[in-house]
Each structure stands twice: as C-alpha cells, then as structure tokens.
C-alpha cells in the first residue's frame, strides 16, 4: 500500500488530500473512494487509456483508490497523474510518500495543466504543507515564481514515474524564475509598473480631487467622488489604480491567484486589481456565494486593488450595508449550510456619485430638476454607519474650457512610491488607511498644534470615535506625502476638510 499527496479546494484555501491505493486479489475492479466528484470518478477510463497505450499492463486485480480526509469533498482532473503513478508504483520499494503529484492525464498519457493547479499550490505554499512536486511542464513558467518549492516539470507519464524512481537525484528541479519589473528597496523588494494606460495628464482642472487621490493612493483611503455627469469621476477612478503603491512579490503572487481563479491567465505585472461591478450585480456575485461551495466575489476578487462603485446610490441597500464589514475588518465571511469560509478583502474602495437624481444639482449651468424630497430620499440611500468608513469625500468642480492639465500620473505614482519608502523607515508595515487602534496610537504622533485642532473639531462636529481615528490616518498621510514625522497642524485641517459635509 502506497500514498502520495495532492490537494483540493475547500472554499478559497486549498487543503492537502492523502492519495492512498490498495492492490488486492479478487475480481478486477477500479474503484475511487472519498466523495470524488465526477471529473475524479472519470479518471478511472483516462488512466487506463494511459497506461494501457504505453505498453503498461493493468493488473487483473481488485484497485482501489483513497481519497483521504474522506468527509472533505474533492474535485479536480488533477488527481490523475497520482492515480496513475500510484498503480505503476505498487511493487517498488521506494518510499514517494513525501511528493505532491498534479497533472491531467490524457488518453496516449501526456500530462496536461488544470487551470486551477497555481492557486491551488500557491495556497499549499502559503500555509507551508508543501517541499516539492511533480506539475505539468507547461505550468512551470508561473509555478517557478512560487518561492521555497522544488518543481519537476513532465509532459508525459513515463518522465513522471522516473524522476519517482530517480534513486541517484540525477533529476533537478527547475529554476526559480524571477520578477523583472522596476523595484525599491525597504524591507524587502516591492515592484512597481511605470506604463500608465490611463494618464492624470488627461484629466482636466480637478485640482483638489486629483490632490484627494493622491492622498487616497498613498495611504489607501476610502474615497468617494461626489459631482455633475461628465465632471471626472470615472476618469480618476480609473486613473487610481495607476498610482497606487508598488507591490511586494507575495502580492503580486497573490493578484496572479484571484486571476486565476476569476478564470484569466496569470501575468504577474505589479499592478493592482481594479473590480468595477455594475450596480445590477447581485449579492452573491459581489460578495462571493453558492450553495453548496462558497465561491470568490468581486470584493474578494479586488483583495490588495480597488473596488470601484460607480453611481452609488443605486446599488441595493443591502449590498451597501453587508459592505460595511469588509471595511472595517479588511475580511469577508461566507456561511452556507454546507460550507463557512472566510477570506482577505483589504481592498481600496472608491465610489463616485451625483450629487440628485437628474445630476445638475451642482452644475451653475444648467437648473435642477429634482425636487428636495427626491434629492433626499435619493442621498438617504447611504446610511451614516456605510459613509463614516469613508476617509475622504470630496466635492468635484464644475469643468470650463479653461480648465488645464497641471500633474501627470508619473509625478503621482512617484510622489506615491517615495511616500512609501519614508513611511517603512519607521517599521510601519500595513498602511496608513489600514491601521488598526494601536498603529495609530504608535504612528499618527501629533505636535501640541495639532492636537488642539482636533480636539476643536470633535467638540465642534460631534465627531464619532471611528471618525476621529480616520481623520488622524489621514492627517498621517498629508503629512507623510511632506516627509514629516510628526503630525502637523494643517495636516489635521487638510484631513477635516475631506469630511463629510
């Protein structure tokens, strides 16, 4: 009896399942055993095909295969290299216990890749459960990327059941391949991508949104653009995720993950997930669901991006208030009757809407023609709860003809990127919208100025306890964007007026 291992989804983690064969006399049979779902159960006649076309004889005995937890479903044509192996394996003394086998079988007994075989390993390698594997050779290119993982690349069954039986290690595994892109240096490397699709030169006058972006980027703050159609709110929401902080290569193996699992190839380019769900969109599609697997939705989907909500109103109110919780936590949690799976959600979110139902509230130009009950049942569809976990909400201007390009996405990112580098010559890991109460105790240091403004502001606006907390991060980061130390007194001015009104 011989096992090796491989490994299944259990809602976005992947866990490690035992394969396990046993040989035994009586009447020939093949049977898999451990709730295999029916793209394992099909293995059965592709092995055989496999085995049998390459001169291996299949043996006229009683076979069984083990899947093992056997009350964790399985599912996946990646188990049938394993199958496969463990049937040619039997009669070898050689002890292959310690190897994770992937690969799709087909029926001359080449080894195919399975879309979902990267997140799948890469999972494995981030809970530390696994040394080394045998993949299919046309996934070694984004596989080699994963760190501290030995990787034997094969394209057919008999290359697999040699390197098995490589007693004298005359097999190497293959070399890790790198990130090529531009870096700094802080704590470790974190890359970053200097070709802009969407340029801020594009985007005309704004100069105080564009200043709120900036700001947003740097320390990932919650924004929400507020102004007439056609003013640029989408233009710099687009614009954003341009400029947003350079990323360290656990992100970047992570963002090739999602685009995994959302169904897209990998690229590995540093450059931040941008999620843009229509406001049609259902619950489940933007939070994640299923009945009886929990599956990935578009707030999970833009973990380390953004999340864009555009027209915000008009988003149902209980996606807007079930978003409340991935804000605040920077997590989202599924439960089913069947499956309760939990998964990261720090993502920036960005929203933009107009200021009444026909738009023109704001616009000198043309009249309104929205009544004050329609505007205000139109503005009560945001909660007070939902719009204290925004940091910055800002007020767009009026565009004219003389409005001009005065910034470039170049000037932002790089202003962003040397943001970051002064911010890690303090220690501080996580970002300045992202830190927890006792972060900002150690970080948001306030000169006497300083704290006296605020102190001003809470009596004066009645500000809430998580209000208070937001304008001190992103006082942090008006004053960080200045490479100052401590925490001034026209930065705390600055954060106020990003308030709501």
């Not at 959302?262 to 540093?270: H, L, W």
């Not at 100052?484 to 709501?500: F, G, T």
């Amino acid at each position: 009896m011989k096992h090796v291992k491989c490994a299944t989804y259990e809602g976005v983690e992947a866990k490690v399942v035992e394969v396990e064969s046993s040989l035994t006399k009586g009447l020939p049979s093949f049977n898999i055993v451990g709730i295999a779902s029916t793209s394992i159960n099909e293995s059965k006649e592709r092995v055989k095909s496999a085995l049998l076309t390459n001169n291996y004889t299949f043996p006229p005995k009683r076979f069984i295969i083990s899947l093992t937890p056997s009350d964790l479903k399985k599912q996946g044509s990646h188990f049938d290299l394993s199958i496969a192996l463990l049937l040619l394996m039997d009669n070898e003394e050689i002890d292959i216990s310690e190897w994770f086998i992937f690969g799709e079988l087909s029926l001359d007994g080449k080894v195919r890749e399975n879309g979902y075989l990267y997140p799948l390993i890469l999972s494995l390698a981030n809970q530390q459960l696994i040394t080394k594997a045998i993949v299919p050779k046309e996934s070694l290119e984004k596989l080699t990327k994963i760190a501290n993982v030995e990787f034997y690349g094969v394209s057919h069954i008999n290359e697999a059941l040699e390197i098995l039986k490589d007693i004298s290690g005359q097999f190497a595994p293959s070399q890790s391949s790198a990130i090529t892109h531009k870096y700094i240096t802080t704590q470790e490397p974190l890359y970053f991508c200097s070709k802009y699709k969407y340029d801020f030169k594009d985007v005309k006058g704004q100069s105080i949104a564009k200043r709120a972006a900036l700001i947003s980027a740097a320390g990932f703050h919650n924004i929400l653009l507020e102004g007439s159609p056609g003013c640029g709110k989408s233009m710099i929401a687009q614009r954003l995720r341009h400029i947003l902080p350079p990323l360290s290569i656990a992100d970047i193996l992570d963002i090739a993950k999602l685009q995994a699992l959302d169904g897209y190839e990998p690229d590995f380019i540093p450059l931040r997930p941008f999620r843009s769900p229509h406001h049609t969109s259902t619950t489940a599609s933007i939070f994640g669901g299923g009945s009886h697997n929990a599956k990935i939705g578009e707030v999970g989907l833009s973990h380390n991006g953004i999340l864009f909500f555009d027209e915000l109103p008009h988003y149902s109110k209980n996606i807007l208030e079930a978003l409340r919780e991935p804000l605040q936590d920077n997590q989202i949690r599924i439960s089913r009757v069947n499956s309760k799976v939990e998964y990261p959600a720090s993502f920036l979110f960005v929203s933009a809407m107009n200021p009444c139902p026909c738009g023109n509230l704001l616009d000198t130009s043309k009249e309104c023609r929205c009544s004050e009950l329609e505007i205000q049942r139109y503005k009560n569809r945001l909660s007070d709860p939902f719009l204290d976990r925004i940091d910055l909400h800002v007020t767009m201007q009026n565009v004219t003809l003389n409005d001009t390009s005065d910034v470039t996405s170049t000037q932002l990112h790089n202003k962003v990127v040397q943001t970051i580098e002064f911010i890690a010559t303090r220690g501080q890991k996580s970002f300045n919208g992202k830190m927890n109460d006792e972060e900002i105790e150690k970080y948001c240091t306030m000169n006497n100025e300083a704290k006296e403004s605020l102190e001003n502001a809470v009596y004066r606006f009645s500000l809430s306890f998580r209000a208070i907390k937001k304008v001190q991060k992103v006082a942090r980061t008006i004053a960080d964007l200045d490479q100052s130390q401590m925490i001034r007194k026209k930065d705390i001015l600055e954060a106020l007026s990003y308030r709501r009104r």
